[in-house]
């Protein structure tokens, strides 16, 4: 029962910020789109290259550090050294505030390299924007990371709604008058075209820097009305040896640093993706234009809804290290491998549907969301190639957390380093020799998300001596997916001869794929009533198949 209930626990903190996840990802995707109509693609493209560039330096400085953070906490809340606890915090806010500054400054005044190298000088205005984010995410990353320390992923998802809403308005109200202020300035002030859509693009990051302001005071207003109560656990914490802060500093570096790495690494195919495309086909003579287009329709129309159902994974992985970190604390090997084998069964079970449904309902939802996009057929077909990404991410992701959580911190950043290699040398491959532009980087990206399922599921056999129920975590989910697709893409076509209207249809094929999906998997007896039991109305449900007979 107690293993039951850890279990329950972990997987409940887990989907709660799974859904604050999936819905940051769903105001992003909604806010995006006026954004990008806005921008437009030559705009959408100088806002995403910055964003890369400054996504790799918060994963430099600062996404490291709730998972480090967490894991500190959770290994000193287990054993109730709270004075230990304190010190922890304090060293983590300190180093990053550090690590924050450090960032700031490289972004701000390395703006000009970063856009050169990119060969988009235009993305310089949006780069230095962002650079005070660096500073606040990373105190706002430590503040996460005490919280899920002690097994509540709540604040963490509240801030993380704030934080997308705000961003979400900001960037709207910022990026339109800032493209119409780049109407009026001349091209020979920065010695570059297209000024508004430059303007337009450092408007939409703007919002990324208020957000992030936001989300950091509501985490210390919530860090100050529980200080009274660590204090108050801490004065009662007698008989634990007090660490120094040397030591501290210590564990916190060895944690941090092959975390960045293997995050870094895993993360920075994107950067590097862009910076290969755009300099490979400029040898091969195509206008710059037409390569700010195809840029702009990778990054803004097929990376963004690609990356929706991955935000679960990812969300599970922020949940599960602190809990394994407790149960191996704990000396509770059984823990750990129940809470592994549910965490890798819930990411399947979502990320297989959402794949086959990108795959099937890939030209809809491009005319529903991107009905401005050049050439929507192109970004359907990225979507119907590339979506299978989807499910190996998903694992890779969670599997890369499992590793981390035993302590095996050095493995994700050689298996990153490995994939990266191969996924580099097939791009530029597919780029010089069959010429085929933009797919090229969706069937690399493919490339690699894959190789990261492979080599991370050898280790984990490897070190557990783990191995997951494959028919019910891989088969039948995928059997039921399958099943699913045929059904919607046979609905879609019959409904959008009688409804005419692409977007009802699209939502009533998402409302139907759900409940076929979901009856699927009762059916073929994926989901059992342990699984039910930890969704919200889950008992309710679990009546309700009882009364229809699905279940016994």
Same mark, same amino acid.
């Given at each position: 029962?107690?293993?039951?209930?850890?279990?329950?626990?972990?997987?409940?903190?887990?989907?709660?910020?799974?859904?604050?996840?999936?819905?940051? #990802?769903?105001?992003?995707?909604?806010?995006?789109?006026?954004?990008?109509?806005?921008?437009?693609?030559?705009?959408? @493209?100088?806002?995403?290259?910055?964003?890369?560039?400054?996504?790799?330096?918060?994963?430099?400085?600062?996404?490291?550090?709730?998972?480090?953070?967490?894991?500190?906490?959770?290994?000193?809340?287990?054993?109730?050294?709270?004075?230990?606890?304190?010190?922890?915090?304090?060293?983590?806010?300190?180093?990053?505030?550090?690590?924050? *500054?450090?960032?700031?400054?490289?972004?701000?005044?390395?703006?000009?390299?970063?856009?050169?190298?990119?060969?988009?000088?235009?993305?310089?205005?949006?780069?230095?924007?962002?650079?005070?984010?660096?500073?606040?995410?990373?105190?706002?990353?430590?503040?996460?990371?005490?919280?899920?320390?002690?097994?509540?992923?709540?604040?963490?998802?509240?801030?993380?709604?704030?934080?997308?809403?705000?961003?979400?308005?900001?960037?709207?109200?910022?990026?339109?008058?800032?493209? /119409?202020?780049?109407?009026?300035?001349?091209?020979?002030?920065?010695?570059?075209?297209?000024?508004?859509?430059?303007?337009?693009?450092?408007?939409?990051?703007?919002?990324?820097?208020?957000?992030?302001?936001?989300?950091?005071?509501?985490?210390?207003?919530?860090?100050?009305?529980?200080?009274?109560?660590?204090?108050?656990?801490?004065?009662?914490?007698?008989?634990?040896?007090?660490?120094?802060?040397?030591?501290?500093? /210590?564990?916190?570096? @060895?944690?941090?640093?092959?975390?960045?790495?293997?995050?870094?690494?895993?993360?920075?195919?994107?950067?590097?993706?862009?910076?290969?495309?755009?300099?490979?086909?400029?040898?091969?003579?195509?206008?710059?234009?037409?390569?700010?287009?195809?840029?702009?329709?990778?990054?803004?129309?097929?990376?963004?809804?690609?990356?929706?159902?991955?935000?679960?994974?990812?969300?599970?992985?922020?949940?599960?290290?602190?809990?394994?970190?407790?149960?191996?604390?704990?000396?509770?090997?059984?823990?750990?491998?129940?809470?592994?084998?549910?965490?890798?069964?819930?990411?399947?079970?979502?990320?297989?549907?959402?794949?086959?449904?990108?795959?099937?309902?890939?030209?809809?939802?491009?005319?529903?969301?991107?009905?401005?996009?050049?050439?929507?057929? /192109?970004? @359907?077909?990225?979507?119907?190639?590339?979506?299978?990404?989807?499910?190996?991410?998903?694992?890779?992701?969670?599997?890369?957390?499992?590793?981390?959580?035993?302590?095996?911190?050095?493995?994700?950043?050689?298996?990153?380093?490995?994939?990266?290699?191969?996924?580099?040398?097939? *791009?530029?491959?597919?780029?010089?020799?069959?010429?085929?532009?933009?797919?090229?980087?969706?069937?690399?990206?493919?490339?690699?998300?894959?190789?990261?399922?492979?080599?991370?599921?050898?280790?984990?056999? #490897?070190?557990?001596?783990? #191995?997951?129920?494959?028919?019910?975590?891989?088969?039948?989910? @995928?059997?039921?997916?399958?099943?699913?697709?045929?059904?919607?893409?046979?609905?879609?076509?019959? *409904?959008?001869?009688?409804?005419?209207?692409?977007?009802?249809?699209?939502?009533?094929?998402?409302?139907?794929?759900?409940?076929?999906?979901?009856?699927?998997?009762?059916?073929?007896?994926?989901?059992?009533?342990?699984?039910?039991?930890?969704?919200?109305?889950?008992?309710?449900?679990?009546?309700?198949?009882?009364?229809?007979?699905?279940? #016994?």
């Amino acid at each position: 029962m107690a293993k039951k209930k850890s279990r329950n626990n972990f997987m409940l903190h887990g989907a709660i910020l799974g859904v604050s996840s999936i819905l940051v #990802r769903v105001i992003g995707l909604i806010y995006r789109i006026p954004l990008i109509n806005i921008l437009g693609e030559k705009g959408n @493209a100088y806002y995403s290259i910055a964003f890369d560039v400054y996504s790799i330096l918060l994963l430099l400085s600062s996404y490291s550090l709730p998972l480090a953070v967490s894991k500190m906490v959770s290994a000193r809340n287990a054993k109730n050294q709270f004075k230990n606890l304190k010190r922890v915090f304090f060293m983590a806010i300190s180093f990053s505030i550090l690590v924050g *500054l450090i960032a700031f400054c490289i972004t701000f005044f390395g703006a000009d390299f970063f856009a050169k190298i990119n060969d988009c000088p235009q993305c310089v205005i949006a780069l230095r924007v962002l650079s005070p984010a660096l500073v606040i995410l990373s105190v706002l990353g430590v503040l996460r990371g005490f919280f899920q320390g002690f097994g509540t992923m709540i604040p963490t998802a509240v801030s993380n709604i704030l934080e997308q809403i705000v961003n979400a308005v900001v960037s709207l109200v910022a990026a339109s008058p800032l493209f /119409k202020q780049g109407q009026l300035i001349s091209e020979s002030q920065y010695g570059f075209t297209n000024i508004p859509e430059a303007y337009g693009a450092a408007g939409g990051t703007l919002g990324t820097v208020m957000g992030a302001l936001f989300a950091m005071l509501f985490m210390i207003f919530l860090f100050m009305t529980f200080r009274k109560r660590l204090n108050t656990l801490a004065r009662n914490d007698r008989g634990h040896r007090k660490e120094s802060f040397g030591r501290i500093l /210590k564990i916190l570096v @060895a944690t941090v640093v092959p975390v960045i790495l293997s995050t870094l690494i895993y993360n920075i195919g994107a950067l590097l993706d862009t910076v290969v495309f755009r300099n490979i086909m400029g040898t091969l003579d195509y206008a710059k234009d037409s390569i700010d287009v195809m840029t702009g329709m990778y990054s803004g129309n097929y990376r963004i809804l690609i990356n929706v159902p991955v935000a679960l994974a990812s969300a599970l992985a922020s949940s599960l290290i602190p809990s394994i970190v407790r149960s191996r604390t704990l000396g509770n090997r059984g823990e750990v491998i129940n809470k592994i084998e549910s965490a890798i069964k819930v990411t399947m079970v979502v990320a297989m549907p959402c794949a086959v449904g990108i795959g099937v309902l890939g030209k809809p939802i491009v005319n529903m969301l991107f009905s401005h996009s050049v050439d929507p057929d /192109k970004v @359907a077909l990225m979507y119907a190639i590339g979506c299978i990404s989807v499910v190996f991410y998903s694992l890779s992701t969670i599997t890369n957390s499992i590793l981390q959580g035993i302590d095996k911190m050095n493995v994700p950043v050689l298996h990153s380093a490995i994939s990266l290699l191969i996924h580099l040398a097939f *791009l530029a491959g597919m780029l010089f020799i069959l010429r085929i532009d933009i797919f090229s980087v969706v069937i690399a990206d493919l490339i690699f998300s894959l190789l990261m399922c492979i080599l991370n599921q050898r280790s984990l056999k #490897r070190f557990l001596n783990f #191995r997951q129920d494959l028919l019910n975590t891989y088969f039948k989910p @995928a059997i039921c997916s399958v099943l699913m697709g045929i059904i919607v893409l046979v609905v879609n076509k019959l *409904l959008i001869k009688v409804i005419h209207s692409n977007t009802v249809c699209v939502l009533l094929c998402i409302i139907i794929a759900f409940v076929v999906y979901f009856l699927a998997l009762v059916f073929f007896r994926t989901v059992g009533e342990d699984e039910l039991a930890m969704i919200p109305g889950g008992g309710r449900v679990t009546r309700l198949l009882r009364k229809i007979r699905l279940i #016994r």
